[in-house]
């Protein structure tokens, strides 16, 4: 399928955030990888909402209050022909 790379963030000693990027080799491929990451958040989390082209899911969580969940498709970032496609999953508390 491809490649991943998951980055977390700390603040004062505690998770702050969690970042991942997708690449999947076969270009043509991103929108079902897409809608199917879309599919599972939907069932758990309830239907998102569309901001700014970015699916986003607010969380309940006991310890973070709302957590946001991000999820996109940013190929369109790749310019060069045949690059792979990429999708983004951004998980941070909502600080406002």
Sequence with gaps: LGTYN???NFEEKALNEIQSDIFINNSSKTEEVYNNFKKYFDLHYG???DHMGFAVW????AKYGDVRINLSDES???TV????GKISIWIYPDKN
Aim: hydrophobic share 35%; net charge negative; glycine share 0%.
């Design 6 to 8: 998951v980055a977390y």
């Design 47 to 49: 239907v998102c909402e």
């Design 58 to 61: 607010t969380v309940k969580s």
């Design 76 to 78: 369109a970032d790749f």
């Design 81 to 84: 022909e045949n690059n792979p």
